[in-house]
């Protein structure tokens, strides 16, 4: 009895390891296939992550080194560590696509290579292939090299403040092909690489705060400029001004005179996009002095005669 049960299990292992023989036979390519695609997602999703990892390591070690918890207050520190930050976001954004496409040609040739397709006159005819359409597809190689040059040449960076043509905004991500900007009005642009021509960065190296005041033209002008920057200079020195200005407020003197009114203009050097908050408190506190010291503001010129200036 024993040697019996002995024989039928031997026969049940052998009749097992045949059929799961001739199941790897019959799918081995697919089951192949399968496996390059799995161990493709695999490691996309562990080069992604470690990348994101790095990112947020060095970016955590340079606020670490500026006793800062968040980005918006680097911009108060040295402008390096602000842009090494933003720097790293960025090549981040660009590897994370890079890494993508990488992955995702390999496993493709891996596959072919599986299904005995003849890789050199894939790759060969894939190069006529590309010569023909680089007539085509000109602007998808002029999106994809701009966008490589703008990374490496620190035009932009992701959480820079930039205007491209009547879009302000600020900028989310940079990929190889599209950049994406974040307008003041919550609207998300995509903006093609190759169609960025001119750009403006408001977060690169300093910025200016421009403030212009209008006042009755028969009054001490003189009188109006010491007024105007002892209460800018006032200001300044506060706690919530101090760090976003790099340099002393200057009256520039007489922009323009139009019947009994003169406007003056004053400026003040700041951090990167520190200067529209810096002239919104500027205003503030001339209006308050200015009413303090007794000058008057001029009223708004009617719109019939704005429109003659």
């Known amino acids: 009895m024993t040697t019996d049960g002995g024989d039928v299990a031997e026969e049940v292992t052998e009749a097992v390891s045949s059929a799961f023989v001739t199941f790897l036979e019959t799918w081995q390519k697919p089951l192949v296939i399968a496996l390059i695609i799995v161990l493709a997602i695999i490691a996309n999703w562990l080069l992604r992550r470690l990348l ?4 947020t390591q060095i970016v955590r070690g340079v606020k670490r080194s500026q006793n800062v918890d968040t980005t918006s207050e680097m911009r108060a520190a ?3 560590h602000a842009r090494a930050v933003q720097r790293t976001r960025t090549l981040g954004s660009v590897g994370r696509a890079i890494l993508t496409w990488t992955i995702s040609v390999i496993a493709l040739i891996l596959i072919l290579g599986q ?13 006529i292939v590309a ?25 932009l960076g992701v959480g820079d403040l930039i205007t491209v043509g009547e879009i302000t905004g600020t900028v989310e991500e940079v990929g190889i092909r599209v950049t994406q900007v974040r307008a003041l009005d919550g609207t998300l642009w995509f903006i093609r690489n190759g169609e960025i021509l001119t750009l403006g960065n408001s977060s690169q190296g300093w ?13 001490d002008l003189t009188h109006v400029s010491d007024v105007a ?14 760090r976003k200005v790099t340099g002393e ?21 700041t951090r990167p996009e520190a200067q529209w908050e810096v002239q919104r408190g500027i205003r503030a506190e001339l209006r308050r002095k200015f009413a303090d010291a007794g000058i008057k503001l001029a009223d708004e010129l009617p719109r019939l005669q704005q429109g003659e200036m």
């Open 115 to 127: 299904l005995n397709v003849d890789l050199g006159a894939i790759l060969t005819s894939a190069g």
């Open 207 to 219: 910025g200016r705060a421009l403030v212009d005041v209008t006042v009755d033209a028969n009054q």
């Open 229 to 242: 920057l002892e209460a800018v200079r006032a200001l300044l020195t506060s706690d919530r001004f101090a």
């Open 131 to 155: 010569a023909g359409l680089a007539f085509g597809a000109q602007n998808v190689v002029k999106d994809v090299l701009n966008g490589i040059f703008m990374v490496f040449e620190d035009q």
């Open 52 to 55: 994101n990892r790095t990112v």
């Open 78 to 80: 040295p402008y390096i």
């Open 249 to 269: 407020p200057e009256v520039w003197g007489l922009e323009s005179v139009f019947g009994d009114r003169a406007t003056l203009r004053m400026a003040v050097r």
